[in-house]
């Protein structure tokens, strides 16, 4: 390993995270929205029936389909998604893996490993201590990887469906609308409100279905792609650690309970 060139062999994982491309993103959004309104006053584009037939009933649409506590967590990662990539946590850990690849370090070497405390690289090592084979780790780890892969999912599952409940919603509220008119022919006077609650509710429903719910989705939808790929990784380079051990017969480690 003399030979090679440090640098170059550590960047097998780079930093994602692009604040300057999100808030481009955000203030383009933003721009779309006060282009539609540069010529009237945003008060006037406020209907509080509208919002009540919109956002209110997507928001009780998805607590209906989904448990409170789903949505809790689906938030909390929107949130961390314009914090950083889900590598951001451990990308020092991988870090760590690669010097010790090139520089011929144990895996033990890493980390005391004496108990579980829930960091990743920690309970592998506590794992392996333990007499684990890799085979048994890799089970472990992607079982664990698995279960918070499924509540990401499940978070993309929702933003997308709240996608499609705001515009539909929007049309409900369109057509209750235009009932309203025509039902108010003969008083002129209440037509104005309910055609106000047609002509908003359809605006609320694709603003939001397409402005919000739709780039938050995919947003989230890209993390889980890195997610995947950052947990594959390590385990792959914890994998080249431990093969290197049962290749060299001059290590001196040997798990508990092997004599």
Known sequence: MDGLNLKKYLMTSRKRFDPIALVISIIGLVAVVFSIAAKESLQSYFDLRSILVVVVGTFASLLFQFDFGTSI??????????LGTPEKKIIDTIHQIDEAILEDMKLQDL???????GELLNDIVYMFKQGLLFEEIDEFVTSRVSDE???RKVAVDLLRRAAIIAP??????TVIGLIGVL???SDPSQIGPSMSLALMTTAYGAGIGSLIFTPLAGRLEHHNTIYLEVHQQILSKIAILLKRDERNPKSEFKPEGVS
Request: hydrophobic letters at 50%; aromatic letters at 14%.
């Open 168 to 173: 539909a919603l929007g049309l409900f509220g």
């Open 73 to 82: 967590y689906s938030l909390r990662l929107v949130i961390m998604s314009f």
């Open 111 to 117: 980390r005391e490993g004496d108990n579980i405390n």
């Open 183 to 185: 039902k108010s022919l």
């Open 149 to 151: 892969f499924l509540g």
